[in-house]
């Protein structure tokens, strides 16, 4: 189970800036196991069309059964830069939502952040 996402902040700046994300992951079974946590995003609205989930970053974690522990990741402002319509690299302003997840379908964990 993945719960409890939360970001250091809610605004990023279009340069040099990053923000953190962590969550709580938890083996609920009976045997032990791994899972694959994984970061998503997602830019509403930008001067091009942006694919509707992009993973951002990946962790494998062991856990025994019954065990919890936090996952940490951070985001850049370089991570969400792409190339516009002029083929220039760039981060745009504009609201975004990130997941902490399972897999690509998995909506939950969903957080709200803008880019200024």
């Known amino acids: 189970e993945i719960s409890n996402a939360q970001i250091d902040k809610k605004t990023l700046k279009t340069e040099d800036d ?14 032990d196991g791994e899972i694959v946590v994984q970061l998503y995003t997602r830019q509403l609205v930008a001067s091009v069309t942006r694919p509707v989930k992009e993973l951002k970053g990946f962790q494998k974690v062991a856990l025994q059964a ?27 302003p504009g609201n975004m939502k990130l997941w902490v997840a399972q897999h690509a379908a998995d909506n ?3 957080i709200d952040f803008w880019i200024e």
């Open 18 to 31: 990053k923000i953190t994300v962590t969550a709580n992951v938890r083996n609920a079974g009976e045997v």
């Open 66 to 92: 019954g065990k919890s522990k936090q996952v940490t990741f951070e985001l850049a402002s370089e991570d969400l830069a792409f190339y516009g319509i002029d083929m220039q690299k760039k981060t745009e």
């Open 108 to 110: 939950s964990n969903e």
